[in-house]
């Protein structure tokens, strides 16, 4: 195009001295061919590309947050109905408790006293569809109804709840069950009758599930497109509540709407819900919460597409009047920028020149925006090439003194070497023709690595200041090594004239340090951590409360220890004490702390667990130790283990309160009778004794 323009007395120079350059190269088939028409083509695909950017952005935040509003909202929803039925299951218990603690032993056999006594107090009646009061030997002695009272000849000696009842000697809800006399799906709360002597019976309360007993009113949707489903399951997964109740007692993962993140939280573990867990399935937002005390699930489902139909219907009218705007805007730029770049050939040319090594031709005259481009260029041409002869004096001395270096010096720009030391190539295996030039990225194991030390480099140089750090190195033989490196500009303030590194090979500190800092916090025999490394983890647990919370602590005591040392000797003693560690490890998680205190004493830190948990992994470990034996010198060794367990609780002023719980449970533990795990006893609480066989009260 340039050479055409130099064509004086042709034909196409007296067309463009007549009609204008403008004009001329808007012609067909010239303008296409020129960089003023893909200087067009890429501001409007800039312009259309930006806003339907831009359109999408908003569309996708507008999406996101009404999504994340209503997920915030069923989350508030599922644990509001949580809490009403667990507060309601609490009434009623209490109810029962009420009516059984003013009982006494002589009615269980007074068939008219007991229906005398139901009759004057109804309170009962009205909350359950029946209550019955049942003998020690599971024969109901009176069965209380719409219809009256009665004695029915049925016993529920067989059924878990009642065992479970007279045997813990605790208040529980049942798991769903039919009814022996109409074969409806159940539940039943029970609560125990006893006195000094002992249990003498128990009353209990039924819900009918299929008429709704226990939250008719939050069954069914509460939006009024009917959008949102609510489900109660059992900890068994079978739904207890459904808008529809002939799905009742049927498995969760029947539900379509709830089966996708009903697999989804199985294959996580069954998470236990303390606060509320979302999943987001293809159609649907959906919420659960645990219902405290019963270990039922709330689950709710609401569909995406009634909450973002508004939302789909603004995208649409908006794409409309979005194309009508890009296509006025177009023509317009498209007009306005093909008279403005008329000059921007002469200086294209300019520029060809340039990078050819010619710096002897004129830079064109124009005006406006061409004008003070032209001379911008010419500006920053002359400080380059006046930069590129500093830099070159600059390079050459800074060549000299890197010879001479006793520590690898190298000199790296635009995010290559440039200069090297000898002492540099040495520390990475490379000789110097195959490290200049090459980036700087070939000497870390990974990219990111780099951006980082880049990143906090260039930190420090804004503020003046060297950059020194620890990374590690990959040299040419494919060896990892850990190396400081300082950093300096070559030129404060200017990034282009690149920096000056120094490398120092500190892989043997840094393997001192690392066995120092192990030896530390780790035991020597046995390598869990030892009582400093425990404190820390602790204080760590204790420091972040609430959000820590829940955490236990178990303390372990070998039972019968001191005759491993006595006829075996330290040396057997120690033998056990390893693979006593080695029976902890193994059952627990990877994320909990197993520390040994000294002697033949452990401590296990479980964070995530309640007391009721950590009692499970308690007995998990008793019984690993419990099968660990030694052979050593002829003689087989065995021990046990009494293992005292404390949550951490807000009664615990400072973790050495939360240890000693835990230690007194493991002292009570091994005098109770040790091989035993023994939980630290609440305020105002009994204490729960675990061992193989059942839980039973002190």
Known sequence: MAGQTSNEGSPLTTWRERLGHGYAAMLPGLWFQTLKARIVIGALAALLSGMALTAWQMSRVAEVNILASKQAREDDEAKRTAGIIRHRVAEMQRALKVEGDQMDRKLIDDAAGLASYFYQRPVLRSIFSEVAVIGPDGRIRLLVDADGSRQPTISVADQDHFKRTITTRRALVS???????DNEPLVILTQPLSDAAGVWGLISGTLRLAKGDLISDLAASRDPDDSTLMVVTDRSDRILIHPHRA????????????ASPYARWLHEGRPLARATDNWRRQGDVVAVAVIPMTDWHVWRATSRESLLAPLRAAQTDALGVAVAFAVAMGGTLLVFLAWQLRPLARLEARAAALLTGDDAGEWPQASGEIGVLAG????????????????????????????????????????NFELVSAECCRMLAYDETELVGRPVTTIFPAVKDYDTLCQLAEEAFNVRSAYEGEWQLLAAD???FWARIRARPVVQGDATAGSVWSLYDISGQVAARDVLEHAVSHDALTGVLNRNGLRDQLAAIFSGQPGSLPASVVMLDLDHFKPVNDLGGHAAGDVLLKAVAQAIICNVRGSDFVARMGGDEFAILLPGCDQARAKTVAQKVRRGIAEVTVSFEGNTFAVSASLGVAELAASH???TDWLAAADASCYEAKRSGRNTVLGARPRGNVRLVVNDRADSFE
Do not use: D
């Not at 798991?175 to 006399?181: M, N, T």
């Not at 049927?250 to 539900?255: D, F, G, I, T, V």
């Open 247 to 258: 799905r009742i007692l049927e498995s969760l993962s029947s539900e379509p709407r709830l």
């Open 478 to 480: 494919g060896r990892i």
């Open 376 to 415: 911008t260029l010419r500006h920053v041409w002359a400080e380059r090439v006046a930069a590129e002869r500093s830099n070159a004096q600059i390079l050459s001395k800074l060549s000299s003194v890197m010879s001479a270096s006793p520590v690898g010096l190298a000199f790296s720009r635009n995010r």
């Open 175 to 181: 798991e769903p069950i039919a009814s022996r006399i």
């Open 653 to 655: 002023e400072a973790v």
